[in-house]
């Protein structure tokens, strides 16, 4: 029978890390408020300016934009990984870093040269333990609330080396958000925007002209493309920077719940070891002063 003061020391201790974890899972919450009304206000822009993109790469127009081209070339890619800095998250980062390791695979069989960028320490850390690899490029700066200046930057960044033919593919590895009780892991082809994924198949079918363009552009196709189609490739690169924080919060605070609930059994299996073990030792103690007083009768 253990020791029921060395019960109680264990008992007091889960209670405090029961306290933290719950802590921590109140947090995630309010945390995931935040992210979901931000990721919230940004879907309906998003998605009306990717099908916007993908209805103009259908169309038959005589201007075309270098993002929209579909190259030929295949010299160099670059897979960009978002991960969280903490743990604590459950399976979160180690589900998007076992997705993005068949596309890893693919782009370097299919491209000469393929850069890894990851935003975020646990990727960082998977990538060297398990496939012992450091990143090409790597950001910290970006938690549960990402901002767009901060990705806007990445974003350019990533324009002028595609436009530059410095890079002729980006794909993104990050957790897709699809409702409060599902997010999935998912790699997207970001470019070129021609592979551009997001956009609804019966909207597709119907931006399938009969004959040219269905849009008429005032002033002119040029001076509009080259403000959409930019600026489209940098809102999808930020909705996927919002979605990562959305659902980071959702699987800490999943795994914050069951940190508590767990703690709230092994508790009550704590207190009834610990009253066992107190009551053994009381009826030891009662029948060693019974032994004592018959010895004492008897002689």
Same mark, same amino acid.
């Given at each position: 029978?253990?020791?029921?003061?060395?019960?109680?020391?264990?008992?007091?201790?889960?209670?405090?890390?029961?306290?933290?974890?719950?802590?921590?899972?109140?947090?995630?919450?309010?945390?995931?408020?935040?992210?979901?009304?931000?990721?919230?206000?940004?879907?309906?822009?998003?998605?009306?300016?990717?099908?916007?993109?993908?209805?103009?790469?259908?169309?038959?127009? $005589?201007?075309?934009?270098?993002?929209?081209?579909?190259? $030929?070339?295949?010299?160099?890619?670059?897979l960009l990984v978002l991960t969280s800095n903490r743990g604590?998250?459950?399976?979160?980062?180690g589900n998007i870093c076992r997705a993005s390791f068949p596309?890893?695979?693919?782009?370097?069989?299919?491209?000469?040269?393929?850069?890894?960028?990851?935003?975020?320490?646990?990727?960082?850390?998977?990538?060297?333990?398990?496939?012992?690899?450091?990143?090409?490029?790597?950001?910290?700066?970006?938690?549960?609330?990402?901002?767009?200046?901060?990705?806007?930057?990445?974003?350019?960044?990533?324009?002028?080396?595609?436009?530059?033919?410095?890079?002729?593919?980006?794909?993104?590895?990050?957790?897709?958000?699809?409702?409060?009780?599902r997010q999935e892991p998912s790699v997207e082809t970001l470019?070129?925007? #021609?592979?551009? +994924?997001?956009?609804?198949? #019966?909207?597709?079918?119907?931006?399938?002209?009969?004959?040219?363009?269905?849009?008429?552009?005032?002033?002119?196709?040029?001076?509009?493309?080259?403000?959409?189609?930019?600026?489209?490739?940098?809102?999808?690169?930020?909705?996927?920077?919002?979605?990562?924080?959305?659902?980071?919060? *959702?699987?800490?605070?999943?795994?914050?719940?069951?940190?508590?609930?767990?703690?709230?059994?092994?508790?009550?299996?704590? #207190?009834? +070891?610990?009253?066992?073990?107190?009551? #053994?030792?009381?009826?030891? $103690?009662?029948?060693? *002063?019974?032994?004592?007083? $018959?010895?004492?009768?008897?002689?």
């Amino acid at each position: 029978m253990a020791n029921p003061r060395t019960l109680d020391k264990r008992r007091k201790s889960v209670r405090n890390i029961k306290k933290i974890t719950r802590t921590m899972e109140l947090i995630a919450t309010a945390r995931f408020k935040q992210a979901m009304d931000r990721a919230s206000a940004a879907t309906a822009f998003t998605q009306r300016i990717t099908q916007l993109v993908k209805d103009l790469t259908a169309a038959e127009l $005589e201007f075309q934009h270098p993002l929209l081209e579909k190259r $030929e070339s295949k010299k160099k890619a670059v897979l960009l990984v978002l991960t969280s800095n903490r743990g604590l998250c459950g399976g979160y980062n180690g589900n998007i870093c076992r997705a993005s390791f068949p596309r890893l695979k693919e782009l370097r069989e299919e491209y000469g040269e393929v850069e890894l960028w990851i935003s975020g320490k646990k990727g960082i850390s998977i990538f060297r333990i398990q496939k012992k690899m450091t990143p090409d490029k790597s950001f910290f700066n970006f938690e549960d609330k990402p901002r767009y200046e901060e990705v806007e930057a990445i974003a350019v960044d990533l324009l002028d080396a595609f436009q530059a033919h410095e890079i002729d593919r980006l794909d993104v590895a990050y957790m897709k958000f699809v409702s409060t009780s599902r997010q999935e892991p998912s790699v997207e082809t970001l470019l070129p925007l #021609s592979g551009l +994924e997001g956009a609804s198949e #019966s909207s597709a079918a119907e931006a399938k002209p009969a004959a040219g363009s269905m849009y008429e552009f005032i002033p002119s196709a040029e001076s509009i493309l080259e403000e959409v189609v930019p600026t489209s490739f940098k809102v999808k690169l930020f909705k996927c920077f919002l979605d990562a924080a959305v659902c980071e919060q *959702i699987a800490r605070r999943v795994a914050m719940k069951a940190a508590t609930e767990n703690a709230n059994d092994l508790i009550k299996f704590l #207190s009834r +070891e610990y009253n066992r073990a107190r009551q #053994s030792r009381i009826t030891n $103690e009662i029948m060693e *002063i019974i032994g004592g007083v $018959e010895a004492l009768a008897s002689s």
